[in-house]
């Protein structure tokens, strides 16, 4: 008979891509869990139907038939967070869709910022965009320039209607939206098929009326899904915003497909009101599934979990803050709660730009399932992983050793606790054998390698070390990047392999405490539970902060809450709404905006103040302004009464205040584990968590398993059983002491991660902290630590042309201040004499002194380009350039900070003297040098921070040893990429456009050390592109790490078993007086061409920075741009990409029109400039820059005429060329060619035309292999090109390390 209910059931799902877990939770029967294969098309069609089928089943008693829909009149709601969004963007498998955009842009989402996404990589290949086809749309609009703006002007000069926008910014329209021919094209598109669109128009973030006219136009038509980047998106960033929208268009045709047959399987198709459905968003809200969309799907898995530890691990009363640590099969998503959820605005998934909130979430490449391999004695951990198939070894399908096999030999796993479900029967246990065999060979070769005697168990156990090491990477930067103290978090563990890591990470990371709730494997689906329904609102605001500005901020506020409330009301909820306000604030020429909450005095400034300081280190002198305002709306769930006010210190003080005596717990078998603290193999308890009552106390070591998770407890650890959690005292003990006779290759591995996370953050404060376009968007910065004599430990670079060069600049300062120098103490310096590359690429350089204050025991450094530092006509990179003096500012050796003073007076009047000379100007925007110049003195002052606490950790002695056996594993590195190509001679030679010859012999020995030649280049040049021997090295150890395909760590060891002969008085030994401003870049560019050529590895590059400089009164636009890169033996080359010796991004078009009075008209590829070859070269570009006022333009660009060279019969790649259009005086415009470098004065209305080269192909071409218009020389890549890695979660930590990935 049916069990008679009086209550409804509340079922929670998440749809996971193995898993799906199911949580029902009902007040008479309590809570039932439920886990199924996320697909098994043998048994159901759909997991999470069947997951509510069975749930209704238990909690009916009725047996329900698969075959017919599902009731839901005994369902209170199904909450549910799924992957399908994210599975259709990491497998590109969203709906087919197509893009309409501004007029000379239809290329713009394909070039994206023109980065590869992986630096040392000779194949390269850029994400896929996601629409089908591309339209353009004959409309525009820009801001009207400050100059031209008029109270009340309503039309400009030219008559163009001027519209004063709701941002309070003033826009003109260029070309009005005429709805004919657009009908037309929407109507063909309808015709071929399409019924998804993006619409992404030029600052339509400010104007979206003519998106708003198009979207109209298409629903008239009958298109279905229409995605309009100006409603999901109001910040600026025309790429950004445009991936957002073809993304949203991509996603959430599949998405609504989805709920449409998953409503299918409910009866009334899930239309009772009595049964609310909702699916989790990214940013941790619940959305009535009607109101999901795709854009904001893609971590709505991910979100629940973080929701889920939120609401149970942070406890209000105790007030610690906590880390999320959710450890999987394949990555490990960590995130931080301290009481509000932390969201991010912009991150990159799958190599696509999103540009909604999402809770800040980042995932590492580090899971269970991470492969381990042993190379150039060197432990590594993933990032590649065995997946399901194979799976890990003892899975025995045939797999690699992984971290899963490392815990399961150290007995950190219960062979007979797992389901005999293994091997080609499915109904095997797992494999121990196999996975000893593995590590004792393993073993056996380390040790063979280094001399050592490591034990089998030693090496497994310093694979797990490894893990953890590089699990706290991201934690630490979520932390201490900033501004809090990472020990000062609790750490709450989930997801299926969290356990087996959790109490060893923590005592990593110095956090005293570790909390496991009961249903953390599968606390994703039980945070669904836990969420609450909200709406995020926000728009465009530009004013200055002031007491003045908040009627108006207030009035916007009261809109936006008006408005959220309206969409709650439309998803069926309005009861017990509360309402966050946020103002997005900057402080005025800086980018970095901070969302601040409304504080409780309403003192919005001196929050914001505040928390600059906290995170940044330091506070500007200049106005507040706002960047925009937002208000999220959350209407409270039963949320409130499942977790109440304090999930475990209330529990925890009674237990401490009860006399009641709990009986030891008892274990129900031993497992013989090891662990480091003891040395060897013992025998410890293993516990049931359903045998456990509250109050228990389990001292380690021990293993606490239940039917879906192992916590490992180690010596140290005391774990204490309450209701729902297992609350871990991680018992802080004395650090082990590190045998200093021998280099430990585990201990080696570790120092590399920490060694390179430090220098990663310093990175990160330099780029959220610069003013200047070139640092904190284009990413022209380095920052590095160095030796006590200032060699190269750790460099996280951004620019290859800094690899090896930012070394000589502190040895340089090492030397000249020996002795002179004091704490708190930082010099800054630019001359090639000094070790610089070019007088723009400035460098801030900080002496680490030890605890007494008395030895410099690091160096740390942050090098910046700085866009404008003065120099002839203004311009530090004029053409015609010829003597170091007319380049701008110079520094050798001066004081930016003395006795933690800054300096500011001299270094204005160094500035300033740079306008002294003879047809020179000084900097036109000093405010933003000393900003940039204080944002990287914040890097540093992070990287000085860093590396007291890693001397706090491990001891002077210690940190210096492996700071120096990481240097010597450099050098080996690098013999063990030459020894393939030993005994053999290589040569090659090349030219630059003027003719001047550069030339190279490369001699490989049998030991892999080898001698670079560069004997026969030609003279020292009269202009600007001659380049300190710094450069080349940086080439060459670029190239190295390149060719070897390896990861060669990059420090002052690589380049130790090279002689490198560079003949003095060539282009490549700049003298004393020789100008330089482009020798860093076209230099740089055209060694790596021929060390490249040199061992035959790919065709010719584009091989040029291509950078140009536009110059009005006190405002400067400089950036670098794109070509073709070089096709392989294996590969197409990849067009309109940056290559070799840079990798900088390209200005956003709509922040170039905003900071700058001219437009950008046209930015395009150049289809078909692409060596012809079997595999043909990458295209070029085109990048039109219109004048609106007059005002001077430069360009320097190589390969204009010598063309790139094709390899193996490919032919060469078209050269590059620039133009003016050029005003007549009779009127009209004539069409002019330039010089290949060169400076000219344009009227408004005057274009500059850039044309950057293609690459050469690879390999004899067939006839049907010439590139034409219609059939590009790209697209489509060979065998062998490797795409690069999709991330599931980049949150704040992942901004920096997703520009990261692009340099390693």
């Not at 017919?68 to 497998?91: C, F």
Request: with cysteine; proline share 5%; charged share 20%.
């Amino acid at each position: 008979m049916p069990i008679a209910v009086s209550d409804k059931v509340r079922i929670c799902i998440d749809r996971g891509g193995t898993f799906t877990d199911v949580i029902a939770m009902s007040e008479t029967k309590g809570d039932h869990l439920v886990k199924l294969l996320s697909v098994d098309p043998d048994n159901y069609a759909d997991a999470p139907t069947e997951g509510v089928r069975r749930v209704l089943e238990w909690f009916t008693g009725e047996t329900l038939p698969r075959s017919q829909p599902i009731d839901t009149s005994r369902i209170e709601y199904i909450r549910m967070g799924t992957t399908v969004a994210t599975n259709a963007l990491l497998e590109r498998k969203g709906d087919r869709c197509a893009l309409l955009i501004t007029k000379g842009h239809a290329d713009a989402l394909e070039i994206a910022f023109q980065t590869r996404p992986h630096l040392f990589q000779l194949a390269v290949k850029k994400p896929d965009v996601l629409y089908s086809k591309v339209v353009e749309v004959d409309e525009r609009v820009a801001p009207v320039w400050s100059e031209f703006l008029e109270e009340g002007k309503l039309v400009a000069d030219n008559g163009d209607k001027l519209v004063k926008t709701a941002s309070g910014v003033v826009i003109q329209e260029l070309k009005a939206l005429d709805p004919a021919p657009v009908t037309a094209d929407l109507q063909a598109l309808y015709g071929e098929g399409f019924r998804s669109l993006a619409i992404v128009f030029a600052h339509s973030y400010l104007y979206p009326d003519h998106e708003q006219q198009v979207a109209e136009l298409a629903r008239q038509v009958g298109f279905n899904n229409i995605s309009v980047s100006s409603e999901i998106d109001t910040k600026i960033g025309f790429v950004a915003r445009g991936q957002s929208a073809t993304a949203d268009a991509y996603l959430t045709p599949e998405v609504t497909r989805y709920l449409s047959g998953f409503s299918k399987g409910f009866k009334g198709k899930l239309e009772d009101e009595d049964c609310r459905v909702s699916f989790m968003q990214s940013d941790g809200a619940l959305a009535d599934f009607r109101k999901f969309s795709g854009l904001r799907a893609i971590l709505s898995g991910p979100a629940g979990g973080v929701v889920g530890f939120a609401r149970t691990s942070y406890d209000p009363l105790e007030g610690s803050p906590v880390v999320g640590f959710d450890m999987g099969g394949t990555s490990t998503d960590v995130s931080r709660f301290s009481g509000s959820y932390d969201h991010v605005f912009g991150t990159t998934t799958a190599g696509i730009t999103i540009q909604v909130p999402q809770l800040d979430i980042n995932t590492v490449a580090a899971g269970g399932g991470s492969i381990l391999t042993y190379k150039n004695k060197i432990f590594n951990v993933g990032p590649e992983s065995a997946g399901a198939h194979p799976g890990p070894a003892c899975y025995r399908k045939g797999g690699p050793l992984t971290v899963t096999d490392a815990n399961l030999f150290l007995g950190r796993l219960h062979i007979d606790s797992f389901p005999k479900i293994f091997g080609p029967t499915e109904d095997m246990p797992l494999d121990y054998d196999i996975v000893r065999q593995k590590f004792e060979a393993l073993t056996a070769e380390i040790n063979a390698e280094n001399g050592s005697s490591l034990t089998p168990a030693q090496v497994a156990c310093g694979f797990i070390n490894v893990a953890d090491s590089a699990m706290a990477r991201p934690i630490r930067a979520l932390t201490e990047q900033r501004g809090f103290r990472t020990s000062a978090h609790n750490l709450s563990c989930f997801g299926g392999a969290g356990g087996q890591h959790a109490t060893a990470l923590a005592a990593l990371l110095g956090m005293h405490n570790v909390i496991v709730h009961k249903y953390s494997s599968i606390l994703s689906a039980y945070g669904m539970a836990l969420a609450d329904v909200a709406v995020d609102l926000s728009e465009p605001f530009v004013q200055e902060f002031s007491k003045d500005s908040m009627p108006e901020v207030e009035s916007r506020f009261g809109d936006l809450r008006a408005r959220a409330l309206e969409q709650l009301q439309a998803q069926g909820v309005s009861d017990k709404v509360s309402y966050d306000c946020y103002l997005s604030l900057q402080y005025q020429g800086s980018d970095t905006t901070l969302m601040i909450l409304r504080p409780e005095d309403d003192d919005f400034a001196k929050t914001f103040v505040q928390e600059h300081k906290r995170e940044f280190a330091f506070a500007l002198e200049a106005p507040i302004m706002i960047a925009g305002v937002r208000v999220r709306a959350t209407a409270k769930s039963v949320a409130d009464d499942l977790t109440g006010k304090s999930p475990y210190l209330e529990e925890l003080k009674q237990l401490e205040a009860s006399t009641l005596v709990v009986p030891p717990p008892k274990p129900f078998t031993t497992n013989s584990t090891y662990f480091e603290d003891i040395g060897a193999y013992s025998d410890i308890p293993l516990y049931r968590l359903q045998d456990l009552v509250p109050g228990v106390k389990v001292s380690g070591p021990a293993i606490i398993l239940d039917n879906t998770q192992t916590v490992v407890l180690h010596p140290q650890n005391t774990a204490t059983i309450l209701k729902s959690h297992i609350f871990v005292d991680v018992g802080l003990g004395p650090r082990k002491d590190i045998d200093l006779t021998s280099v430990n290759p585990i201990q080696l591995s570790i120092f590399s991660h920490r060694f390179m996370g430090i220098a990663e953050q310093m990175c990160r404060a330099l780029q959220k902290t610069a003013v200047s376009v070139s640092i904190k968007e284009r990413l022209d910065f380095s920052c590095a630590l160095f030796d006590g004599n200032g060699e190269l430990v750790a460099n996280a670079p951004n620019v290859p042309a800094h690899l090896g060069s930012m070394q000589y600049a502190v040895m340089y300062q090492a030397e000249k201040r020996k002795g002179q120098l004091r704490p708190g103490d930082l010099l800054v310096s630019n001359t090639p004499e000094a070790g610089g590359g070019h007088l723009p690429d400035i460098t801030v350089i900080q002496p680490v002194f030890d605890d007494d204050g008395k030895e410099i025991v690091f160096w740390v450094a942050a090098r910046g380009h700085h866009t404008d530092i003065g120099g002839l006509g203004g311009n530090s990179g004029h053409p015609n350039q010829t003597e170091r003096w007319e380049e701008g500012v110079a520094f050798d050796s001066t004081f930016i900070v003395r006795d933690g003073v800054f300096n500011e007076r001299e270094i204005i009047e160094t500035f300033m003297e740079a306008g002294t000379y003879p047809g020179c100007k000084a900097t036109k925007r000093i405010d933003h040098n000393i900003s940039d110049l204080k944002a990287q003195w914040s890097a540093c002052a992070v990287g000085t921070a860093q590396l007291h606490a890693l001397f706090d950790e491990y001891g002077k002695a210690v940190v210096h040893f492996y700071m120096k056996a990481i240097r010597d594993n450099a050098a080996a590195c690098t013999r063990d990429a030459l020894k393939p190509y030993a005994g053999r001679t290589y040569r090659a030679t090349d030219h630059f456009d003027d003719g001047t010859v550069v030339k190279v012999r490369i001699d490989v020995n049998d030991d892999g050390s080898a001698v670079f030649d560069f004997t026969g280049t030609g003279p020292e040049v009269l202009a600007n592109f001659n380049a300190p021997q710094a450069i080349t090295r940086s080439a060459i150890l670029y190239c190295l790490k390149t060719i070897s395909g390896q990861d060669i760590p990059m420090n002052a060891g690589v380049l130790a078993p090279l002689d490198i002969i560079i003949p003095d008085g060539t282009v490549l030994s700049a003298s004393e007086d020789a100008a330089v401003s482009q020798g860093n870049g076209e230099v740089a560019q055209r060694v790596a061409d021929i060390v490249f050529t040199a061992f035959n590895v790919m065709s010719g590059s584009h091989g040029s920075m291509n950078g140009t400089h536009l110059i009005y009164k006190k405002y400067t636009w400089a950036e670098t741009t794109c070509g073709g890169a070089s096709a392989g033996p294996s590969w197409h080359g990849q067009s309109a990409v940056h290559t070799n010796m840079t990798n900088t991004r390209i200005g956003d078009l709509e922040l170039l029109e905003t900071r700058f009075p001219a437009i950008l008209r046209e930015f395009s590829i150049r289809r078909g400039t692409g060596g012809a070859g079997k595999y043909c070269g990458g295209d070029g570009i085109r990048r039109v820059y219109e004048a609106l006022l007059p005002m001077e333009a430069s360009h320097d660009g190589q390969r204009r005429v010598i063309a790139p060279h094709g390899t193996e019969g490919g032919l060469d790649g078209e050269r590059g060329a620039s133009y003016l259009y050029k005003r007549v005086a009779k009127g009209g415009f004539r069409m002019v060619k330039l010089k290949p470098a060169h400076q000219v004065s344009m009227l408004p209305g005057e274009q500059l035309i850039v044309h950057t080269a293609g690459a050469g192909g690879w390999g004899t071409p067939d006839d049907a292999d010439l590139p034409t218009l219609d059939k590009p020389s790209r697209v489509i890549p060979a065998p062998g090109a490797r795409s690069p890695p999709f991330t599931k979660a980049n949150g704040s930590v992942s901004q920096y390390a997703q520009a990261q990935a692009e340099c390693d």
